[in-house]
């Protein structure tokens, strides 16, 4: 059984839905500059989190949106001095770049603000028909006081939302009012019913989910700084336009990852971009540092700590790499050992229990931890049967494949044979003269930093 903490009850319940089927929704990145390691934090929970519910034998949708249309795109672009709609491509296809490289693989679409124009307009629509919503010569915006459960995920009240990124606007009936549509002349615009204009930023989470999904599914996600007012917004959004609830069954939020207290942020300037960390770490140590501690905990970050995310991976890899090693020696014992299984079976028990309870990872990993000493142990005593190792590598490797992240090394030896028959093909053009493939050849690998000098 999992169970999963739901922000809405401000409790653990046990994961129920119908036929194993999820569909998960998390908020994607506004993309108008390169992504962050605090992003990479939330991502990669999520990524962690799916992987685990496939591997327990739900199927699962996940839908994530990309803000490629906002203000803060629209000012960058404007400092740039280049097309908005270009600038957000542009950053789109990095944070594509950086989730792959980070082994975040498990979003199965990436729906465009932009691209969902239509459906963003018809709930808006059905807004204004039902009530909810009114035009005015800026735009169109959500009557909050009409919505009576306002701030039910947050428990915050509706003189919050003063506080808030809410557009300051005279032509609004309360400033607590925030917009769905707004207008403007100048390009990028859309035209609508209202006239010429682009959504605003909560809409678009709304418009999306509802047309994959419906206007109810099971999970949704994102940072603890999105409960408020966005997550609010949406279900005040999705149930007025639906007259149905709950919008979604689990609200699901990850914890900042912080520099010296405070949440890493493009606006405060205290960030690390993924391309800055990924120049000095492998992928998998930041993996490995984010998996250290629970989702929902903050994380603060420092140097130290990633250093030591980096040797405790590598202690672990040091084991596996022994076990392979050993796997291919002549002197196996022939019996199993009833210790080992005993030890893996306890292992294994700890890691399901920890990441049934709400994704557990440190403790899963602590628990890996504890078992990698014991294999040491039995590993230097010559303790151990082809049939043990068999098992212990397999268990290994399924975890390996629930955390996303290489708990053996990663062998290069098939990649340097790749490497020596390219290498003896381009002897051979060379010697036919065909200098024009053989110099490219030589130029597509120096683009991979693999340089060939002719003697
Ligand atoms: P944004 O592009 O700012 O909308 O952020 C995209 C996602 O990253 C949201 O789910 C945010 O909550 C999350 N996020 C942003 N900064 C951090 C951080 N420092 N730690 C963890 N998650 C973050």
């Known amino acids: 059984m999992i169970t999963v903490y739901n922000t809405m009850t401000r409790q653990k319940e046990e994961l129920k839905v119908k036929n194993n089927k999820i569909k998960l929704f998390v908020c994607g990145p506004t993309v108008y500059d390169y992504s962050h390691i605090?992003?990479?934090?939330?991502?990669?929970?999520?990524?962690?989190?799916?992987r685990y519910l496939k591997h327990e034998g739900y199927s699962v949708f996940y839908l994530q949106n990309i803000t490629d249309i906002d203000d803060k795109i629209i000012n960058r672009a404007k400092e740039n001095g280049e097309d908005p709609l270009e600038l957000?491509?542009?950053?789109?296809?990095?944070?594509?770049?950086?989730?792959?490289?980070?082994?975040?693989?498990?979003?199965?679409?990436?729906?465009?603000?932009?691209?969902?124009?239509?459906?963003?307009?018809?709930?808006?629509?059905?807004?204004?028909?039902?009530?909810?919503?009114?035009?005015?010569?800026?735009?169109?915006?959500?009557?909050?006081?009409?919505?009576?459960?306002?701030g039910k995920l947050s428990n915050r009240n509706l003189d919050d939302l003063q506080n808030t990124r809410i557009e300051v606007d005279t032509t609004k009936d309360d400033p607590k009012d925030f917009a769905l549509w707004k207008k403007q002349d100048s390009q990028p615009y859309w035209d609508?019913?209202?006239?010429?204009?682009?959504?605003?930023?909560?809409?678009?989470?709304?418009?999306?989910?509802?047309?994959?999904?419906?206007?109810?599914?099971?999970?949704?996600?994102?940072?603890?700084?999105?409960?408020?007012?966005?997550?609010?917004?949406?279900?005040?959004?999705?149930?007025?336009?639906s007259s149905k609830e709950p919008l979604v069954e689990y609200w699901m939020h990850t914890g900042f990852l912080n520099v010296k207290g405070e949440k890493m942020s493009k606006s405060l300037g205290n960030f690390i971009t993924i391309k800055q960390l990924l120049e000095n770490y492998e992928p998998d140590v930041y993996r490995f540092f984010v998996l250290s501690t629970h989702y929902r905990s903050p994380i603060d970050f420092s140097d130290d700590i990633l250093k030591q995310a980096e040797?405790?991976?590598?202690?672990?890899?040091?084991t596996t790499g022994k076990l392979i090693e050993k796997l291919s020696s002549d002197n196996l014992v022939?019996?199993?050992?009833?210790?080992?299984?005993?030890?893996?079976?306890?292992f294994r028990n700890e890691f399901f229990d920890a990441m049934d309870n709400d994704f557990n990872t440190p403790i899963a990993l602590s628990?890996?931890?504890?078992?990698?000493?014991?294999?040491?142990?039995?590993?230097?005593?010559?303790?151990?049967?082809?049939?043990?190792?068999?098992?212990?590598?397999?268990?290994?490797?399924?975890?390996?494949?629930?955390?996303?992240?290489?708990?053996?090394?990663?062998?290069?030896?098939?990649?340097?044979?790749?490497?020596?028959?390219?290498?003896?093909?381009?002897?051979?053009?060379?010697?036919?003269?065909?200098?024009?493939?053989?110099?490219?050849?030589?130029?597509?690998?120096?683009a991979l930093d693999i340089n060939i000098e002719d003697k």
Do not use: C
């Not at 490289?101 to 028909?129: G, P």
């Not at 040797?311 to 040091?318: G, V």
């Open 38 to 50: 605090g992003h990479a934090r939330t991502y990669i929970s999520f990524d962690v989190i799916v």
């Open 334 to 346: 022939q019996e199993s050992n009833d210790e080992i299984t005993n030890q893996l079976e306890v």
């Open 311 to 318: 040797n405790s991976l590598e202690r672990i890899q040091n």
């Open 192 to 241: 609508s019913p209202w006239g010429k204009g682009r959504p605003g930023w909560h809409i678009e989470d709304t418009a999306i989910t509802e047309s994959y999904f419906g206007p109810q599914y099971n999970i949704h996600g994102g940072g603890l700084d999105l409960i408020f007012p966005h997550h609010d917004a949406e279900i005040a959004q999705m149930e007025a336009a």
């Open 88 to 150: 957000s491509h542009r950053f789109e296809k990095e944070y594509m770049d950086d989730m792959e490289k980070l082994n975040v693989t498990n979003v199965n679409f990436y729906a465009r603000a932009t691209e969902h124009m239509d459906e963003i307009i018809s709930q808006i629509k059905k807004l204004v028909n039902k009530g909810y919503a009114y035009d005015t010569p800026t735009g169109v915006y959500f009557d909050v006081s009409k919505f009576e459960d306002f």
């Open 367 to 446: 628990s890996l931890f504890n078992f990698t000493h014991t294999l040491n142990k039995e590993l230097s005593e010559d303790n151990l049967s082809k049939d043990d190792l068999e098992n212990i590598i397999d268990t290994l490797r399924e975890v390996e494949s629930i955390l996303g992240l290489s708990l053996f090394k990663q062998d290069d030896t098939s990649s340097d044979e790749v490497l020596d028959i390219i290498i003896d093909v381009r002897s051979q053009l060379r010697s036919n003269k065909q200098w024009d493939l053989a110099d490219k050849i030589r130029d597509d690998l120096s």
